[in-house]
């Protein structure tokens, strides 16, 4: 018979989760984990305000936690870990090395009783590793089977489903997009993103999503690319938001030809003071 949640831990994970998924992604006081789940949540937050140390070492937690798999759920986790890290190393621009996580993360999840949260998670970080490689079929590919899991799962976002996993589905198919030279391909992702997003309640993947949207305009609409960057920038500012802020100014700089305040180069700085190793600026 499995012990009830304490009142105190269920407030701790909710105000988590919010930070992680919701309205409060600059929450930077985090409450004590109070559950394995919430180490890896507690790793997304700090992820996502670009304190990448603190999110690994809260990863080297979940980890020793979920070791030896003894439950579904530790599994579960320990492939979140898993694509946790190897987004973290994607944005420093170490694919293939990001690959050989997501390839563990999906591992660790496939063949067991489906859980369409973990295994998308790992197969859209896949599709992103297979671009950054330049392997942009492969992406797609992945993605495909991305989508048929999803559909398997019956996830709907407007019925509580899998929405973060639909909206990655919708950035990976944007940026693949954008890597193959189909701006309006990629404007329709992302757009799609925008409206996936607008149904939930969180400000990191509307961002993001909104971010995408602008790159997807850069092809067709300079001007109007970087007016909408440069709102996405100022709301990353607002939140705490420092890797979104970082690749916000990185196009604003790169098609306009002018420095954001603070630059990309100055938010870069700040981020590998935090444990970060973004792109190198030339």
Request: net charge neutral.
């Amino acid at each position: 018979m499995s012990t009830p949640e304490r009142p105190e831990t269920a407030v701790r994970s909710k105000t988590l989760e919010s930070a992680a998924f919701g309205a409060d992604p600059d929450l930077d006081r985090l409450p004590e984990p109070g559950s394995t789940r919430d180490w890896w949540t507690t790793a997304v937050v700090l992820g996502g305000q670009g304190h990448y140390a603190r999110a690994r070492a809260a990863l080297d937690v979940l980890d020793r936690l979920t070791a030896g798999f003894s439950t579904h759920s530790d599994r579960v986790l320990a492939s979140l870990s898993a694509s946790t890290r190897a987004s973290f190393l994607r944005q420093s621009g170490r694919h293939a090395l990001a690959a050989t996580w997501d390839g563990r993360a999906l591992a660790i999840v496939d063949g067991r009783p489906v859980n369409a949260e973990a295994a998308c998670d790992a197969l859209t970080g896949l599709a992103a590793d297979a671009l950054g490689c330049g392997r942009l079929p492969l992406g797609w590919r992945l993605l495909g089977e991305c989508r048929r899991r999803l559909d398997d799962d019956g996830a709907l976002v407007g019925d509580g489903g899998l929405w973060r996993q639909q909206i990655r589905i919708e950035w990976v198919s944007a940026e693949l997009a954008l890597a193959g030279g189909d701006f309006t391909r990629a404007g329709r992702h992302a757009e799609r993103a925008v409206e996936l997003s607008g149904e939930s309640e969180s400000v990191r993947h509307r961002v993001k999503s909104d971010l995408l949207r602008s790159a997807a305009l850069t092809g067709t609409d300079a001007s109007a690319a970087v007016k909408m960057a440069a709102d996405v920038f100022g709301r990353c500012r607002q939140y705490g938001l420092l890797p979104l802020a970082w690749a916000s100014s990185l196009l604003i700089e790169g098609v306009s030809g002018e420095r954001t305040s603070p630059s990309a180069r100055e938010i870069g700085d700040l981020i590998a003071m935090r444990g970060g190793s973004l792109l190198p600026l030339s």
